[in-house]
């Protein structure tokens, strides 16, 4: 049984920092690509993505604030948010795909919570 289950989330104010972790079971991780979106309050939106082999993809409004690493040995990917904007508040998905521009998602993790004031 595949399970990717997000955790790290919180409330925080405007500023300030959070790391996200997604750690994987049940899938050969370092097959896939793994990326993180972010739904707020509709649509579902690729935030960013990192291949197996390391290469990354940022959407432009977070780029120089986050960023996305994974281990391996640690079947985890995470999501580290500097600077955090009231903007940047959503439930943040962890997903597996099968490449770095794959517009399929293969799995998805339950979501966190990430809430930032003013």
């Known amino acids: 049984q595949v399970q990717l289950v997000e955790s790290g989330g919180g409330l925080v104010q405007a500023g300030d920092s959070l790391r996200l972790s997604c750690a994987a079971s049940?899938?050969?991780?370092?097959?896939?690509?793994m990326a993180w979106y972010r739904q707020a309050p509709k649509e579902r939106d690729l935030v960013t993505t990192i291949?197996?082999?390391?290469?990354?993809y940022y959407v432009d409004s977070v780029k120089g604030r986050f960023t996305i690493a994974r281990d391996n040995a640690k079947n985890t990917v995470y999501l580290q948010m500097n600077s955090l904007k009231p903007e940047d508040t959503a439930v943040y998905y962890c997903?597996?795909?099968?490449?770095?521009?794959?517009?399929?998602?293969?799995?998805w993790g339950q979501g966190t919570q990430v809430t930032v004031s003013s």
């Open positions: 291949s197996s082999s390391g290469t990354t």
């Open positions: 049940g899938i050969t991780f370092g097959n896939y690509a």
């Open positions: 997903a597996a795909k099968s490449t770095l521009y794959s517009a399929d998602v293969d799995y």
